[in-house]
Structures are given as structure tokens and as C-alpha cells.
């Protein structure tokens, strides 16, 4: 009787929740026990018609879809209509990945809160953070009547020059794969779909749509794929969306080996395969090479799977099983992710912002990165004149640029449009209203802080040199749609740098960037903080770590170079032929658009080594390496065991031995004895301890990480042996070593 009651309740709040659409309950098949929701949706599509399978099939682009449909088209990425009358939720997608976005305002007046770029999230190695982050943005998704949110960015930062680097998780799988099924899991929990992207090996901007990515099978199962597959088995998202890119010749949208065998087949993906918006590319190949839906069809060449899906179907060129599979496919998704029968609101819900942006504030806070403290000149203490130069401090801190623009609580003090490049129809230069110039004299009310533009070096070298202490605000401005065309900080800031260390030997330099940024000057500046693009808390998180207030705790989730011919590719593969076509249409405008990039290899030589792996396995020492980090405090490893076997795992005490309580990363790596292949991280946690404490650790390895890929079984292979182990700081660290024998052992795709 009780699970009556419960059922009524529950269909009654489904009922109230399902706004204007009317739903015809003996149309609607009965709610889905856990681990049915395959079936579950089998039995809708059932009761479906061709039209209704079509509809589901595509999305719109609401600002080209006026007229398409008879509901209301909120300016944003998606929109998929629902079926009343079998229960199917209307959706509405919006781009995400650092909140809810509003990139060139298109919903006068909406704001949301801004979490720091993924790369800030990453560098905490904290998961609980990554879910806070996720789950606060989901909430205000909801509340803003979106459904399927176009978040969980896990690509490999390869190259350090991707203008899309600050949207993703870092240069380790294992890392990246972690924090992004945190981050899902946490969107997810508000009953809304989110999704992973960009699969697959989306590593560059230059050339995205045309580029044909190669690489090996075993280094891609090694590396990026890896991210995806943890970070899918961790969050469970709704849907994948696939890339722009080729891959080893086909494009990722219409890939059979990626997305139907190793996907669907081997990960046993339930979910479904959208596109991202512009990545289709045929209609029968895509269709039965596993791609479910076209997103934002207005943004491709053709209605792909509309008119012509319908066409195919009828022909026989596309079984009427597969478009089955492909709605269903869609309704698994929404059904598993609570959605389906908890549809969103169609009114706007109030929204905390006030409390939403502590976690913003949080994250960032946990993911900045102190680089160097030379003399302890950090935490500021006793300073009584402090000039702050540069990166528009006075004002607020920058953002990203692109889809995952979001318009913060509180505006934008700055935001410059752009004129030319692929980024300018959708994409400003937007800062977000936190001034750390601000949250500095807050946090210190008894000392003198100053502004100074920084655009003359030598008049901020002078003014400098008339105060304790200087604190330079460095910035490098990136963006989807385009790299940049070096890792130079841009606007002669270097020059600023060098001119105001020269004046002022207690000058520490505050970097706001989307990565790895070369530094010329370091040895002649005391102290380096890493704020990345901080969200629209940054000011204040900044200010509460150069004070004290709060301890530093970021590691480093990509590498920092000494200089660009370290890494793999030097320059951005392609840029140089972007350049001159970009050259040829300025020249000959009335022709401008016959000027475009033609296919293009990229190969990927570095195969499963990415980051700080090709660093070692090329015997070069960077500038800072991949989980490097300085605290206000200090730790220590003692008392180290190590168990091997089955399970390779450590477990060891950490100590404060400082006088502040902070937080550390521990870090397990290893390697195959006797091979020469470089080190892999294979565990990682993130612990909190106050001045005095000590505690016990156990890291337990990652399996796939101890093991190669081998396309001949196919699956995973750990061979018997000997294995390096070693408890670092960070991946050059080798003070903790020894080894451990593993016994041999397989596992599936």
C-alpha cells in the first residue's frame, strides 16, 4: 500500500512538473525498474510513428530555427521537441562547460555563475570539487528551463598552444577521466542530461573541421580514449557528442570503428551519439556508422536527418532498425538520467546565486597553482605599499572565449568584440566583474594599494619601485574556433615583467591564461602564481592566496615547457596554411570564401605519451612539471609499503610539518622495470591536514594504466614482472622509489 501511495505521489509531481504538454497516461508506459531503461524506451518507440522517429532524430539551432517549431525557442544551442502524448520531454540544450553560457548576450539580461576554466578544476585533483562545480551548474540549468547541458570536456591537451585547452582537464587520462565523470555525475544530479565531448582526439582548433587526426589504435585506447572510457564508466552520461575532426580517415561523426565498436560495442554505451553542431556530414554512412542525432541542423550543409534520413529509411539504405536504435538510444538516455519522468519546469525557478558563487569561489581557490616563492615573499604579511600592475586588475578577471562563455552574475566591466579570426561571430574578450585590485585592499585595510594600467613599462616600473612590493597581472586571452599562434604572453607583457622585476625585487607575477605560458623572466621574478581564468570569484579567491587567507593546494594538470620545441608539434599543425589563405581572401574579397583549409594530416607522434610522459621519454626537463605545486606549508611521506600481485596499491603516512594547515596532492606512478617506457600516473589523493597532522594513505593503481593495450587479444594486458613505483609531488619527482611484481592478467576493450 505504501509503494501505492509512493507511486501516486510520484506521478502527480511528474504530472505538475510536465508544464503546458498534456500527457495521455495510457499512451505512457509504466515507470522503469532499475537497469530497464532500454527497455523501457524500446516500448515507446514502439507506439511511435515514422514522423515522430524522424522528429527526434535532429535538433535545431534556435537562433536559425524561427518558424520550425510551434513552442518556444529559447536563444541557445538546442532544441528537440517532445511527444505529449507518450510522455517524451521537450528539450532545450545550452552550452556549459563552465556554466550555464550566454556568449554574446543573446538572452538579454541572463547571467549564471561562472565556475573557473576546467583546467582551474583539474589542478585541485579534487573529484569532490569537480561534482560541486557540476552540480551547481545543472541546478541553475534547470532552473533556467534547460535540459541537456553540452558539458563534460575531456580531451587530452596535446598541444599546448589548443585555444581551447582552459575548457578541458589536462594532459593525463586518468586525471581528466576522474574529474570529468565528477563533474558529470554532479550536472546529472539534477535529473538533466549532460553530456562528453569531443569524441575523439579533438586536440586543436586550427583546422578542426577538416583536419584528419592519426594515430595507432593502442596509443589512442592509451590515452585520450582512456580519458573518455573512465570518465563514461564514472558519470554515465546521457549522451556523447562526437568531434569536428577526422580520425584515421573517417570523420568522428560518421566513424563505424569509433562509435559503433568501440563505444557501443566494447564500453557497452547505452546512451546516444549526438553531433556537435556543424559535424555531420551524410546522412546513411552517418546514420549506420553510429551517429543517433544531428545537432543544431541549421549549422550544417543539409538537413541530414530529416527529409533525407526519412528518404534512406524508406530505400532501405538505412534499416528501420537502426532508426529505432537511434531513438531509443536518445530515451535511454533521458530515462536513465531521471529526466524523462522529471521533466523541466516551463517557468524560470529562483536561483542562489549568492551561495552558488562559494563554489565558484571554492574551485578556484583549490586550483591555483603557486609556481614559485622564492624568500617566502607570499603570503603577503607586514606590506604596507602594494602597487598592482596590469590584466586589467582594477576591473575584474579574464575569461575564455567561445561556446563556454558565460555571462556572470554581476556583468562584464570589459568585453571587446573581436573583428576578425573564426572566433568572431561568437566570441568577445569578456572579463568577469571580480577585481583582485579590489578584493586586495579589502583583504588588507591597512595598507596602501595602488593601480597601475601597466601599458607604460616604465612608468610602472617606477612606480613600483616606490612601493614594498609589486604584484604584475599577466594575461593571455584564448579561445574555441582558433590556437594561438605562440605560448609569448601577448602585448609586450614581458617587457612590463622584466621592467618592474628590474625596479622592484619583490615583485610577484599573477598569470591569467588558458595554459602553458613561456616565462623569460622567471629568474629574475621571486614569486609565480597560476590563476588560470579564476570565474567570476577569481578576484577575491586571488586576493585570499596572495594574503594567506587561504593555502595554495593546485598541482599543474599540463605541463609547462621550458621552450616550444620541447613539445611534439612546435607550431600548430595547419596554422601556417590558415595564415595565408586568411591572407588570400583579404586580398581578393569578392572570392573570399573559395579561400578555405582543405583536408590535412595531423599525426600524432607521440602516441600514448602525452605531456609529461613524451617529456621524460625524451629525456627533457621542462619549465614546471605536470602535478607541480608549492604550499604555505610543508608535507613529508614516511613509512612507505607497497603490495603487488593482483593489485599493485601503496599506502604510506603524510605529515604537516609546517605551521599552517593545508592541503597536498600524493601521487603514485609507475612503469614496467627494464623498458625504458616512461612513468604513468596511476593514483592520485587529494588530503587535508592541519599544522602537526599525520595520516595514512593507501593509493590503489589504476589496472588499465599498469597494462598495454593489445589489439591482438584485443583488451588490456598486464605482463608478469617487475614494476617502478614511485610516491612523488609530481611526475620528475623521484625521491620515494621501489619496485613491486604484478602477476599477469587480462581485461576486456
Known sequence: MAKRIAAMLLSASIAAMAGTQVVLARDVPPAAQPGDARARA????????????????????????????????????GHIDGIPRLGVPLIRESDASLGVANQVEQRKGDVATALPSSLATAATFDPEIARAGGAMIGSEARAKRFSVLLAGGVNLTRDPSNGRNFEYLGEDPLLSGVMAGAHIQGVQSNRIVSTIKHFALNAQETGRHVLDARIDEASLRESDLLAFQIAIERGNPGSVMCAYNKLNGDYACENDWLLNKVLKRDWGYKGWVMSDWGAVHSTAKAANNGLDQQSGQELDSAMFFDAALREDVGSGKV?????????????????????????????????????????????????????????????????????????????????????????????????????TGAASSFARITYHASSPLKALRAAMPGAIVTFVDGRDPAAAAEAAKKADMAIIFATQWTTEAQDVPNLSLPYGQDTLIDAVAAAQPKTAVVLETGGPVLMPWLARVPAVVEAWYPGQRGGEAIAN??????????????????????????AVVGLDKLTALDAQAAADPANAGKYQLKTYPVDYIEGSDVGYRWYEKKRQTPLFPFGYGLSYTNFSYRNLTVSGGKTLSISFEVVNSGKRAGADVPQLYVARDGTGTPMR?????????????????????????????????????????????????????????????????????
Request: glycine share 10%; aromatic share 4%.
Open 42 to 77: 524500446q516500448a515507446i518507440v514502439a507506439r511511435m510513428t515514422l514522423d515522430e522517429k524522424i522528429a527526434l532524430a535532429h535538433g535545431l539551432f534556435p537562433p536559425r530555427a524561427k518558424g520550425k517549431t510551434a513552442n518556444e525557442l529559447i536563444p541557445s544551442a
Open 319 to 419: 534499416p528501420m532498425a537502426r532508426l529505432d536504435d537511434m531513438v531509443v538510444r536518445y530515451l535511454t538516455g533521458l530515462i536513465e538520467t531521471g529526466l524523462y519522468d522529471n521533466p523541466v519546469p516551463e517557468k524560470l525557478l529562483p536561483i542562489p546565486y549568492a551561495k552558488n558563487a562559494l563554489v565558484a569561489e571554492r574551485a578556484a581557490e583549490a586550483g591555483i597553482v603557486l609556481l614559485k616563492n622564492e624568500g617566502n615573499i607570499l603570503p603577503l604579511a607586514g606590506v604596507k605599499r602594494i602597487v598592482v600592475i596590469g590584466g586589467r586588475a582594477d576591473v575584474g578577471v579574464l575569461s575564455g572565449g567561445g561556446s563556454s562563455q558565460v555571462r556572470s552574475v554581476g556583468g562584464a566591466p570589459v568585453e571587446i568584440p573581436l573583428s
Open 545 to 570: 592566496i596572495l594574503t594567506g587567507k587561504v593555502n595554495p593546494s593546485g598541482r599543474l594538470p599540463i605541463t609547462f615547457m621550458a621552450s616550444p620545441d620541447q613539445a611534439p608539434r612546435a
Open 681 to 749: 600516473l596511476a593514483g592520485f589523493q587529494r588530503v587535508t591536514l592541519k599544522p602537526g597532522e599525520v595520516r595514512r594513505v593507501t593509493l590503489t593503481a589504476e589496472p588499465r594504466i599498469l597494462a598495454d593495450y593489445d589489439t591482438s587479444l584485443p583488451g588490456w594486458r598486464i605482463k608478469e614482472g617487475t614494476y617502478r613505483v614511485a610516491l612523488a609531488r609530481n611526475a620528475i619527482d623521484r625521491g620515494m622509489t621501489t619496485t613491486v611484481k604484478l602477476d599477469p592478467a587480462t581485461m576486456k576493450p
